[in-house]
């Protein structure tokens, strides 16, 4: 059973994807940037658009049946490696004790005012 969830977002009709894609016990997060979907505004800093992201990630994941505690992977693009000591803490906040499998890269967004799009895929845990 394929599940396909939507933040409302613009560009996910534009560019034809799906915020996240559930697929079994399987759930599949596209790369999220710091965007307030609510006012599709942009805060300046990284450590807001971090939280952003987090939040919205955090809903997509419910919103499929997930928990952020059944993250299993991570994938971090940032614009800046003065970032990285940034959003280490606030990561840590949220996947301290999930420890996802995680990667961290340094490269340019599809827009300038996006410093962080994080990415994640979750297994559902079996109790």
């Known amino acids: 059973m394929r599940k396909l969830i939507s933040t409302g977002s613009p560009f996910e009709k534009t560019a034809g994807y799906s915020r996240a894609v559930v697929q079994g016990d399987w759930c599949f997060v596209s790369g999220t940037t710091g965007y307030d979907y609510a006012t599709m505004t942009m805060p300046d ?5 971090t939280r952003n992201c987090l939040a919205t990630i955090g ?11 059944d993250v299993v992977r991570a994938h971090y693009y940032i614009t800046d490696q003065a970032f990285v000591d940034v959003v280490f803490p606030i990561l840590g906040e949220t996947f301290g004790d999930i420890r996802p499998a995680a990667t ?5 967004l599809n827009k300038p005012e996006m410093k962080i799009e994080i990415e994640v895929t979750a297994l559902r845990r079996t109790v």
């Open 59 to 69: 809903k997509a994941l419910k919103d499929g049946g997930f928990d952020m505690a």
């Open 45 to 49: 800093t990284v450590e807001a658009q």
């Open 104 to 108: 961290m890269i340094v490269c340019q």
